[in-house]
């Protein structure tokens, strides 16, 4: 079992940054992928970015050039920094771990206001 803990979340103008961070607990086994996703109201949930533990990273379009994933396998974290926010980055934005088995976090809120 692992357990996910997201922390970061918020509300923030349009053009500003937020940090999340997720840390996992648990049975870690070393070969794993974290990533972030996100699920809008009325829409399907969607990748936002993940990283392998060895560091390669995938982005989704709209990330790129914006946010920035990274982990720190000491702490079996992994952040997400996310700069220059949009109206449309609002959602609630989990945190996934898939390695033996596919884990998520509860989710936490980001509102990026105008």
């Known amino acids: 079992q692992v357990q996910l803990v997201e922390s970061g979340g918020g509300l923030v103008q349009a053009g500003g940054s937020l940090r999340l961070s997720c840390a996992a607990s648990g049975t870690i086994f070393s070969n794993n992928v974290m990533g972030w996703y996100r699920q809008a109201p009325g829409k399907q949930r969607e990748l936002v970015a993940a990283v392998t533990s060895n560091g390669k990273t995938n982005y989704a379009d709209a990330a790129k050039g914006r946010f920035t994933i990274s982990r720190d396998n000491a702490q079996n974290t992994v952040y997400l920094q996310m700069d220059n926010l949009k109206l449309e980055d609002t959602a609630v934005y989990y945190c996934?771990?898939?390695?033996?088995?596919?884990?998520w976090g509860q989710g936490t809120q980001v509102t990026v206001s105008s």
């Open positions: 996934r771990w898939a390695g033996l088995g596919d884990y």
